[in-house]
Nanobody
Framework: QVQLVESGGGLVQVGGSLRLSCEAS????????MGWFRQAPGKKREFVAAITWAGSWTYYADSVKGRCTISRGNAKNTQYLQMNSLKLEDTAVYYC????????????????WGQGTQVTVSS
């Protein structure tokens, strides 16, 4: 089994930055693709970004492209989401996910999920 734990969420003002982290334990995920999703109040969970196991390919939702960067740690058991120029609409619970298959923007591709970390952007 794989356990994913997110951290780094918090309260930030519009235009600010946050770096989310996701640490995997229980089994090495160095060969797993990983991704970030988010769910705002009253809305469905949506894709944010994904990265392949080697970190060689990344994919972003249009809503965050140019403002967010997904990356993996050297040990490949961690992933990060650097978020800049945050907007009010970025307020959501952010979830880390991992897959043994191909990454993509569909939740169905991911077998493992974290519990989420709250990001709140205020004016």
């Amino acid at each position: 089994q794989v356990q994913l734990v997110e951290s780094g969420g918090g309260l930030v003002q519009v235009g600010g930055s946050l770096r989310l982290s996701c640490e995997a334990s229980g089994r090495t995920v160095s060969s797993y693709g990983m991704g970030w999703f988010r769910q705002a109040p009253g809305k469905k969970r949506e894709f944010v970004a994904a990265i392949t196991w080697a970190g060689s390919w990344t994919y972003y939702a249009d809503s965050v492209k140019g403002r967010c960067t997904i990356s993996r740690g050297n040990a490949k058991n961690t992933q990060y989401l650097q978020m800049n120029s945050l907007k009010l609409e970025d307020t959501a619970v952010y979830y880390c996910a991992a897959t043994t298959g191909l990454v993509g923007d569909s939740e169905a591709r991911y077998e493992y999920w974290g519990q989420g970390t709250q990001v709140t952007v205020s004016s």
